[in-house]
């Protein structure tokens, strides 16, 4: 089955530059979350879209932007990066339909790992 | 707002004995909960959910967990455990969607080392 894809893999930026991760959600999907993960701590939800529209914001700084595409592809931008902004970045899908009870799960990719030098 | 307490943030055990990995929320509202595992290096795979009705939830490889809502608890337990779960688990929490068949953000405990010795 298809699974969340995430773009690259690993990522190395000096401090200053900029950084665009990509998430490729599972087909059929309409909603994608972004999550933090710094060294060894837990996952830190950032931003979230829905129908190509922000859904729901964390803790994401001022220098992150994202957005939802199209064919619901979600990109990741970053600014001005920081030593602290090293971390495991990743990408959820979920399928919300609005019109049924039901409830359907995350998927996560496998994140992108990304160092500040 | 929402939290998660996992209370053990390592958890050492003998292979083939049983194990529980302990965890707390705390929300105003109805919520969802997740065990999500970890292997190192790896993305987060989903073990088992809590929505609706029975409160005892069976998952994968074996794991099942209890919703107690008077404890505000959702320990996941397994009664046999090996080497290959060795890894790091999370506990998480969501808000009941704003709208039908929708999903909140997750909110994550600090997670549980899960360490299996032969």
């Known amino acids: 089955a298809a699974g969340v894809i995430q773009s690259p893999r690993h990522l190395i930026k000096e401090k200053r530059e900029t950084a665009t991760l990509k998430c490729y959600p599972i087909?059929?999907?309409?909603?994608v979350y972004w999550y933090q993960q710094g060294p060894g701590q837990d996952p830190q939800f950032l931003i979230s879209f829905y129908e190509k529209m922000q859904s729901d914001k964390g803790s994401i700084p001022d220098r992150f932007s994202a957005q939802q595409f199209s064919d619901y592809h979600s990109e990741l931008n970053m600014s001005s990066l920081e030593l602290g902004d090293s971390a495991l970045y990743f990408c959820?899908?979920?399928?919300?339909?609005?019109?049924?009870?039901?409830?359907?799960?995350?998927?996560f990719g496998p994140g992108t790992r990304l160092t500040v030098l | 707002a929402q939290s998660v307490t996992q209370l053990d943030s390592q958890v050492p055990v003998f292979e083939e004995a049983p194990v529980e990995l302990r965890c707390n929320y705390s929300?105003?509202?109805?919520?969802?909960l997740f065990w999500y595992v970890q292997y190192p290096n790896q993305g987060l795979q989903l073990l088992l959910k809590y929505l609706s009705g029975s409160t005892l939830v069976k998952g994968i490889n074996g794991f099942e967990a209890e919703f107690n809502k008077s404890q505000t608890s959702f320990h996941l337990r397994k009664p046999s455990v090996h080497i290959s779960d060795t890894a790091e688990y999370f506990c998480a929490v969501s808000d009941r969607p704003l709208f039908s068949g929708g999903y909140n953000k997750l909110i994550f405990g600090a997670g549980t080392r899960l360490a299996v010795h032969p």
């Open positions: 959820a899908s979920s399928f919300t339909d609005s019109g049924t009870s039901g409830a359907y799960e995350q998927f």
């Open positions: 929300s105003s509202v109805s919520v969802y």
């Open positions: 087909p059929r999907h309409d909603t």
